[in-house]
């Protein structure tokens, strides 16, 4: 991380905490209610090499072996009892545990198929896209798959790759103001 990055999201993640704490203070809203980070608000997104969301669904009993094996810690269970992936926690790095702990059958095991259809999506909340300087999420991606301009005067936008991004999440947590989208 350069330190024209790190200045920025420190600065940004004290104005996040102070308008938290404001929040807090002048709200009525309970302090245990769901970030907008957390997984009830996120997309539901299965685990990696889950079978398509009904056959998925058939197939899980909500055990939670898969929680369990889940190497990056990422896999919570739902307000349903299905196992999706929280990346507030962290990113996936593809490790398997998931889909080989599962004795329901519940997970594609051939080892050709991709691990999802999931990608990052930069929203308007981004500081790139409102002329401030960040390069959190592009030096958080190892597969280079977002590009941030150089210069913030030119209008271009960042860009996420779909054809590089792998869905990892690393990107997500990353940024200070929510502007990383999973889907």
């Known amino acids: 991380m350069n330190l024209i990055s790190f200045l ?5 993640e004290y104005l996040l905490k102070s308008d938290a704490e404001e929040e807090t203070v002048n709200s009525c809203t ?4 769901p970030s907008p980070q ?3 608000l996120q997309n539901h ?3 990696p090499w889950s079978h398509n969301r009904e056959v998925f669904r058939s197939l899980c009993d909500g055990c939670g072996e898969c929680v369990t094996a889940c190497e990056s810690g990422i896999l919570v269970l739902n307000k349903s009892g299905y196992p999706q992936v929280d990346f507030s926690l962290g990113y996936c790095n593809f490790c398997g545990q ?3 702990s599962c004795s329901r059958g519940a997970f594609e095991t051939d080892a050709l198929s991709p691990p999802w259809n999931v990608h990052a999506h930069i929203n308007s909340k981004c500081m790139v896209k409102n002329k401030v300087v960040c390069r959190n999420c592009e030096e958080q991606c ?3 798959a977002i590009l ?6 030119i209008d271009e936008e960042p860009q996420v790759l779909k054809k590089s991004c792998n869905g990892c999440g690393a990107c997500y947590k990353a940024c200070p103001v929510e502007a990383i989208e999973m889907r």
């Open 8 to 12: 920025a999201n420190k600065y940004f």
């Open 142 to 144: 190892e597969k280079q």
């Open 30 to 33: 309970k302090l245990d209610s």
């Open 45 to 47: 997104i299965h685990p």
């Open 148 to 153: 941030i301009p150089r210069l913030i005067v």
């Open 38 to 40: 957390s997984p009830s």
């Open 98 to 100: 998931c889909a080989t």
